[in-house]
């Protein structure tokens, strides 16, 4: 026999061996990679719940249940989604709008809504996503507003010592949530309030004139009532200096009066103990009063008044 025609039993069953420990390594391998694909499908189809969010479980785009509370929750793999909705209030901004007040002014209202969501289900239902839910409300926010402006006048809307504004914005909120609550929107409105009022272009030129022209009249009425009352200050000034000055002027001439009759009797008293110093005095004063400087006098020389100017004092 031909050595070809000889077979080796050891290395035959030698072969077997490795091809089992193969098979055994190869459904090692495929046992692990599906155990690792479960493990993967698993952990991909867990999510976090946090704080201050929804989490919406769709299923086939239907919603199936909403997750609120924070935590770790899942989704059936492939056929459930899960998308996240705020729960915390947000803040949006209304796009300006153009009104008519009651005296058919017009003027441009830009408000701003502090809202959120307070039922998602309902929310999704009837607005389908956050913009849907912003364009509702700020809908509403505009009809409302424009209605209850629409029952001021101009200077009640831009003046602030006239102006209800407080109470408005809180009307208005309550209105918004009442329309909003009707439709089942799931979102509500804590606070709407006017952040600026504007005038139309065409329009700021011709207020801002008709404003000047009434602060200038407001400032005129002021400067006429300062102008009475000063005049009235002034009349009573002068009538109370014109009775001080009476009142002075009386005084003034009684004791005038009785300094006169005081030295009149002090001169009685003087001149009445000499009779011939009261002539000779009553004299003197006649000539203080006739005689000036260019006054010519012509008198005998033995005459008592010539004797006295030349120092004779005996009248013999």
């Known amino acids: 026999m031909s050595d070809q025609s000889i077979v080796n039993m050891n290395e035959r069953g030698g072969g077997g061996g490795n091809q089992l420990r ?58 459930q989604s899960v998308t996240t909705l705020p729960k915390y209030q947000m803040t949006y901004d209304v796009s300006e709008a153009e009104i008519n007040t009651k005296d058919k002014k017009r003027m441009i209202i830009d408000n701003y ?61 309550e209105m918004v949530n009442e329309l909003l609550a009707k439709d089942n929107y799931g979102i509500s409105v804590t606070d709407v309030r006017i952040k600026r009022t504007d005038l139309p272009p065409e329009n700021e030129q011709s207020v801002f004139t008709r404003m000047i022209s009434e602060r200038e009249s407001t400032a005129q009425e002021y400067l006429s009532k300062g102008d009475a009352q000063k005049n009235k200050i002034i009349a009573e000034t002068d009538r109370d200096v014109t009775k001080m000055l009476a009142a002075a002027k009386a005084e003034a001439e009684q004791i005038r009066a009785e300094g006169e009759a005081q030295a009149a009797r002090t001169y009685n008293e003087a001149f009445s103990k000499d009779q011939s110093f009261y002539s000779l005095y009553r004299t003197l004063e006649s000539y203080k009063k006739t005689i000036n400087g260019e006054t010519v006098i012509v008198l005998p020389s033995d005459s008592p008044y010539a004797r006295l100017l030349m120092g004779y004092t005996d009248t013999e």
């Open 22 to 79: 193969n098979r055994k390594f190869i459904k090692f391998g495929i046992f692990a990679v599906i155990f690792i694909a479960i493990l993967i499908i698993l952990f991909m189809n867990l999510f976090i719940v946090k704080e201050g969010e929804y989490k919406v479980v769709r299923q086939f785009g239907e919603v199936v249940r909403i997750e609120n509370s924070p935590g770790l929750s899942y989704k059936i793999p492939f056929i």
């Open 113 to 173: 809504a502090v809202w959120k969501i307070e039922d998602p289900i309902k929310m999704i239902s009837n607005a389908r996503t956050l913009q849907g839910a912003e364009a509702k409300m700020e809908e509403f926010i505009y009809s409302v507003t424009r209605t209850q402006l629409g029952q001021l006048d101009y200077d009640e809307i831009i003046n602030d010592e006239k102006s209800s504004r407080g109470s408005i914005n809180t009307e208005i909120t």
